[in-house]
């Protein structure tokens, strides 16, 4: 399974971005998946997961409230929504998947990863 993660860029503290993780597999749906990120100097830490089928998301609590993980499995595709962002969200940011009905949230049980896409935030 190849994942492809896009979207990021540099903004301003207070603003938007939506990193989308395309994958190469049809049965994407049968994956559970989620995105990490990982600050300079930083132990990657899972921002977001979410179930195979959608309905079931996780959270870290710096982002409650403020990141939206959602995913479309009949384009094989997820998404992250981030409103509200701040300078600490500065990090890379990584989609990953593995086989399963719900979420994850260490990065060992992630089979699969993609390329990361890096996010800053300016004060």
């Known amino acids: 399974v190849q994942l492809q993660a896009s979207g990021g860029g540099l903004v301003q503290a207070g603003g938007s971005l939506r990193l989308s993780c395309e994958t190469s597999?049809?049965?994407?749906?049968?994956?559970?998946a989620a995105w990490f990120r990982q600050r300079l100097g930083g132990e990657r830490e899972v921002v977001a997961a979410?179930?195979?089928?959608?309905?079931?998301?996780y959270y870290a609590d710096s982002v409650k409230g403020r990141f939206i993980i959602s995913r479309d499995n009949a384009k094989n595709t997820m998404s992250l929504q981030m409103n509200n962002l701040k300078p600490d969200d500065t990090a890379v940011y990584y989609c990953?998947?593995?086989?399963?009905?719900?979420?994850?949230?260490?990065?060992?049980?992630?089979?699969?990863w993609g390329r990361g896409t890096q996010v800053t935030v300016s004060s």
């Open positions: 597999r049809n049965s994407f749906g049968t994956f559970a």
């Open positions: 979410i179930n195979w089928l959608g309905d079931i998301t």
């Open positions: 990953a998947a593995t086989r399963g009905s719900y979420y994850y949230t260490r990065d060992d049980q992630y089979a699969y």
